[in-house]
């Protein structure tokens, strides 16, 4: 009784009735819906945000080096910092070697100036055997200690912000007084690695297409039966994880594998040859692989051409070949142009297939992501080479999208 008069109170109040309230709830889960619908895009952006950020920041140093963060914003980076500085600086690295993370900053330190190392390592040692350690004697223990660019260097490692990750991705550096320089030979390694992703992705784009069009072409003048079962046998790598196919890849390729077996008893080759761990093996698994990505577009748009346009340039007068390239090949380049793409893009970012299959010098820049994850656990630096493989398929998708808007404007 009591639920029913505040059901009343509230309907004479408030306006609301069982009609209204149908419509609050039909509402309330429409708005509902486009939250949900919009949350794959949040979720993206989150991570990719997160990303960005990581490229221009190492957070964990400062909250490693909290007392010497603090007391190098009120230094002028002019000279060798003041005494609060120093003895700031020795409070955290003896904390740091108490709590047994001082291997994080050693590594910070050492991918900057290996000679850092044992400097570094021999401080904090003294400094978390002695309470008593002080600014004169962190000088007297190592000249290293004496030169700015030494506190130069320190500065830069807990800096809040900071530029060295991404210039390291394009073989670039800032020397002590800040200005940018090229990387030293040893260390500039992503300007090759960068040419050797676009040169294998351009490749293996190249020749997916030279054999996805031929076989599109073919599928789409079959009966539709025969169209059915060929559309099956290319959508069944699909069904198979592209870790076990590479794998299928490697026995086939390998030393004694099925290939190099059946080549040699045949009498083909005369011993087997090197097929994996390089890029040979690299390439055709990768062609394999991206083939349907390439088909399955230009297939599409090769069954929505109706044959009557050819029909109509061969009557006019125009040979087969010319009907072909001046009318129908035009009309595939949507699905050219979209499938290319794709292959193209996702060939920037493989990683598994170049490691299986490929030697040191096959890998992709997706290789030094995951080995800046796992092997170094540098997060700045594998957001910084994230960062540049985001920007270069940014820059691929733009090109694509200007080429799609003059092809546009030249049919219109």
């Known amino acids: 009784m009591f639920s029913t008069r505040c059901r009343r ?50 957070p964990e140093l400062r909250a490693l080096m909290p007392q010497l963060s603090a007391s190098l914003d009120r230094w002028e980076d002019v000279g060798n910092p003041p005494e609060e500085v120093i003895e700031a600086f020795i409070t955290d690295i003896a904390a740091a070697q108490k709590q047994r993370r001082l291997g994080v900053l050693v590594k910070r330190v050492a991918s900057m100036d290996s000679s850092m190392r044992a400097p570094l390592t021999n401080a904090a040692r003294k400094a978390a055997a002695d309470a008593s350690f002080n600014a004169t004697q962190l ?26 990750y991404l210039l390291a991705t394009i073989d ?118 991206q083939l349907p990505f390439t ?44 499938g290319c793409l794709l292959t193209f893009i996702l060939c920037l970012g493989y990683y598994i297939t170049p490691a299986l299959l490929g030697g040191p010098s096959d890998q992709l820049l997706s290789y030094y992501v995951a080995y800046y994850l796992n092997q170094e656990v540098n997060w700045s630096m594998a957001a910084a080479v994230s960062t540049i493989l985001l920007a270069i398929t940014l820059v691929v998708y733009v090109i694509y999208n200007r080429y799609v808007e003059l092809l546009r404007q030249v049919e219109g």
């Open 295 to 338: 088909l399955l577009p230009i297939y599409s748009v090769m069954k929505s051409i109706s044959p009557v346009y050819a029909r109509a340039a061969q009557s006019l007068g125009a040979p087969p070949l010319a009907s072909f390239r001046r009318i129908y090949f035009p009309m595939t380049m949507p699905g050219v142009a979209a």
């Open 139 to 164: 000088m007297a223990l190592d000249p290293v200690w004496q030169l700015p660019a030494t506190w130069g260097l320190v500065r830069k490692v807990v800096s809040p912000i900071t530029d060295r």
């Open 9 to 58: 109170s509230g309907r004479r109040w408030f306006g609301w009735s069982g009609h209204g309230d149908q419509k609050y709830k039909t509402a309330s889960g429409f708005v509902a819906g486009i939250a949900i619908a919009g949350l794959p895009d949040r979720v993206f952006i989150a991570p990719l945000i997160y990303t960005l950020s990581r490229a221009v920041s190492e």
């Open 172 to 289: 670039l550096e800032r020397d002590n007084q800040g200005n940018i320089q090229s990387a030293p030979a040893e260390e500039a390694i992503f300007l090759d690695t960068i040419v050797r992703t676009f040169a294998i992705s351009f490749l293996v784009t190249a020749l997916c297409f030279m054999l996805a069009y031929p076989l599109a072409y073919f599928m789409v003048h079959q009966s539709a039966t025969v169209q059915a079962i060929m559309l099956i046998f290319v959508m069944l790598p699909f069904w198979t994880s592209i870790l076990v196919r590479t794998a299928a890849w490697l026995i086939l390729l390998q030393t004694h594998g099925v290939i190099n077996d059946t080549l040699v008893s045949l009498g083909v080759l005369s011993q087997p040859v090197q097929l994996v761990y390089n890029r040979v093996g690299t390439i055709l698994a990768m062609i394999h692989i």
